[in-house]
T-cell receptor
Framework: GENVEQHPSTLSVQEGDSAVIKCTYSDSASNYFPWYKQELGKRPQLIID?????GEKKDQRIAVTLNKTAKHFSLHITETQPEDSAVYFC?????????????FGSGTRLSIRP | NAGVTQTPKFQVLKTGQSMTLQCAQDMNHNSMYWYRQDPGMGLRLIYY???????DKGEVPNGYNVSRLNKREFSLRLESAAPSQTSVYFCASSEAGGQREQYFGPGTRLTVT
């Protein structure tokens, strides 16, 4: 079946440095790639997304890149801050019957060192 | 506007017991979803409902049933709970169509002993 692989599973960076999380997906029909942030004990929340007709998208300190040929997409966080510490999930989405059926990666626990 | 709400927040069951997890959304979304989250495994889709009156299996449907009661409510039922169903359960909703953000509820932490 479809799957999404996410690396690394844990990542520790110095405050102010950049963090990069990478994902690969198997379903070539996937056309929407959201990234969710989940703080400890809380619900996942969307931070950025990218559609298959776009190669890159940026929102302040966060950017996502997509390579459809290689089935790779990545999250880049620049100038990291303590509040960036959380678990980040990538996902690949395909549309079935008008619903978005998402396959999530296994998550990356990002820790920001002061 | 409460968004997506779930009840209960916590539940402990004995093996073989049954229970229903409730989910409701007030955003007029057509699509609703049930996920389970286990440590190190991300979120896995159990069932989803593209619109009122329809439900479909996700990645891990075995041991669960769902009911889309109306546009607002989507419930998840465990008929005979097993320890392997110990997990955090999240309900989510989205607008109709693909490429839509999913809004998650606060989750239900379920322990089966």
């Amino acid at each position: 079946g479809e799957n999404v692989e996410q690396h690394p599973s844990t990542l520790s960076v110095q405050e102010g440095d950049s963090a990069v999380i990478k994902c690969t997906y198997s379903d070539s029909a996937s056309n929407y790639f959201p990234w969710y942030k989940q703080e400890l004990g809380k619900r996942p929340q969307l931070i950025i997304d990218i559609r298959s007709n776009v190669g890159e998208k940026k929102d302040q300190r966060i950017a996502v890149t997509l390579n459809k040929t290689a089935k790779h997409f990545s999250l880049h966080i620049t100038e990291t801050q303590p509040e960036d510490s959380a678990v980040y999930f990538c996902a690949a989405t395909r549309t079935y019957s008008s619903a978005s059926k998402i396959i999530f990666g296994s998550g990356t626990r990002l820790s920001i060192r002061p | 506007n409460a968004g997506v709400t779930q009840t209960p927040k916590f539940q402990v069951l004995k093996t073989g017991q049954s229970m229903t997890l409730q989910c409701a959304q007030d955003m007029n979304h057509n699509s609703m979803y049930w996920y389970r989250q286990d440590p190190g495994m991300g979120l896995r889709l159990i069932y989803y409902s593209a619109s009122e009156g329809t439900t479909d299996k996700g990645e891990v449907p075995n041991g669960y049933n769902v009911s889309r009661l109306n546009k607002r409510e989507f419930s998840l039922r465990l008929e005979s709970a097993a320890p392997s169903q110990t997990s955090v359960y999240f309900c989510a909703s989205s607008e109709a169509g693909g490429q839509r953000e999913q809004y998650f509820g606060p989750g239900t932490r379920l322990t089966v002993t």
